[in-house]
């Protein structure tokens, strides 16, 4: 083969790897930085904002129902965090650790959408949910402030899109509030 032709051909895919990782970028949600996440898990309840990965949602809350949806990223199949899961995990570790939250405890709840049977999302969500306990762990956060537990698909985001990637989600809780 030609040398240019193939200096073409190499310089093709590039643009083209590039094109297809700036498409994913556009798609993928904005990280949610630690003043947003502190922010859902301080406001008065009746205020909770809910930010989902399709952006923030205002919802009528329980009194104790403070809490913040995150997209963290897993493999497919997997409670393997993604490399792009670690943004939004050092945003999550800055506000559970802020003067603000730093005394209070959390639930971290693991999510799936409703493709596969029962047993095996909740299995799943509960794996991601300790994947995001045990980032938080091993970067120096108290684990007896975190609680872990797997829905599953029984509490969908968007029950009228049962299988949309909006219902794979970390939800962050507040369950014992120190003081605020």
């Known amino acids: 083969m030609n040398p240019l032709t193939l200096a073409a051909l190499v310089a093709a895919a590039m643009l083209a790897g590039a094109a297809a990782n700036a498409a994913d970028d556009e798609n993928s949600p904005p990280v949610l930085s ?3 996440i502190e922010q859902a898990l301080t406001s008065p309840p009746a205020l909770t904002r809910s930010f989902t990965p399709r952006g923030l949602a205002r919802r009528q809350a329980s009194e104790t129902d403070q809490s913040v949806n995150l997209n963290i990223p897993f493999e497919l199949n997997s409670s393997a965090l993604k490399p792009q899961a670690s ?5 999550l570790e800055l506000a559970l650790t802020s003067d603000a939250l ?31 306990k045990n980032f938080l762990v091993a970067k120096g956060m108290d684990p007896q402030r975190l609680d872990t537990i797997g829905y599953g698909s029984d509490r969908l985001l968007d029950p009228d899109r049962p299988q949309d990637s909006s219902n794979r989600r970390v939800e962050i809780r507040v369950i014992d509030a120190a003081s605020h």
């Open 102 to 132: 730093g005394k209070d405890r959390f639930v971290v709840a693991g999510h799936t959408d409703a493709k596969g049977s029962a047993q095996y999302n909740k299995q799943l969500s509960l794996r991601r949910a300790e994947a995001v």
């Open 34 to 36: 630690n003043k947003q």
């Open 87 to 91: 943004e939004q995990l050092k945003q």
